[in-house]
């Protein structure tokens, strides 16, 4: 069954260093996201992604965030300068072309743990 | 915007027993779908259930059903038979269908079951 594949599944880096999460959508998916979820929190929407360019972000995603789909299978995001806030699971997803049973399916996440 | 509540932060079931989940929704759409996520221990996010508004049947998945309730915007989850394997997080998610497959999903805060053996 096609799945969607993140690494790494955990990441430790310094306060103020850059970070980049991979994730490989499902192959035929055309829409990807990134959502956060900071430990016993909600998931919260990062940014969504469509046709090599961000089609909505929230208000987390401020300039320290980008994304990029540098070639036909991966989608990355990449946080500029951690700061200890930045400290959650990250979660990326992806979902078909098709207008009904668009649900998202979901990478098994990256925790960032920001020291 | 929408917004996506889930007021019981914990439930807890027997073995065997029947539990229901409770959610509710605010939105001035008319079309969406709604969603159940399980995140068990290993914290992947998994789908177990959606429901479209525009169908008024409830959706069933095997031990899992919902009660969809749109004039109450209402979209509870109940689990039949529970197992011990069933004991995890579980969300709630609205996702609008006005942006076709774009749009993102607005979840809540999740509620943490717990069965007992």
């Known amino acids: 069954e096609p799945e969607v594949t993140q690494t790494p599944s955990h990441q430790v880096t310094q306060m103020g260093q850059e970070v980049i999460l991979r994730c490989v959508p499902i192959s035929n998916h055309l829409y990807f996201y990134w959502y956060r979820q900071i430990l016993g929190q909600k998931v919260e929407f990062l940014v969504s992604f469509y046709n090599n360019e961000i089609s909505e972000k929230s208000e987390i995603f401020d300039d320290q965030f980008s994304v990029e789909r540098p070639d036909g299978s991966n989608f990355t995001l990449k946080i500029r300068s951690t700061k200890l806030e930045d400290s959650a699971m990250y979660f990326c997803?992806?979902?078909?072309?098709?207008?009904?049973?668009?649900?998202?399916?979901f990478g098994q996440g990256t925790r960032l743990t920001v020291v | 915007a929408q917004t996506v509540t889930q007021s019981q932060p914990e439930m807890s079931v027997q073995e065997a027993e029947t539990v229901t989940l409770s959610c509710t929704y605010d939105?001035?759409?008319?079309?969406?779908?709604l969603f159940w996520y399980k995140q068990p221990p290993s914290r992947q996010m998994i789908l177990v259930i959606r429901q479209e508004a525009y169908k008024q049947q409830n959706a069933t998945e095997n031990r899992f059903s919902v009660n969809f309730q749109k004039a109450a915007k209402s979209f509870s989850l109940k689990i039949s038979d529970s197992q011990l394997g069933d004991a995890a997080m579980y969300f709630c998610a609205y996702r609008s269908a006005a942006s076709g497959a774009n749009s993102k999903l607005t979840f809540g805060k999740g509620i943490t079951l717990s069965v007992r053996p």
């Open positions: 997803a992806s979902s078909s072309i098709r207008r009904y049973n668009t649900e998202a399916f």
């Open positions: 939105t001035s759409e008319s079309d969406y779908y």
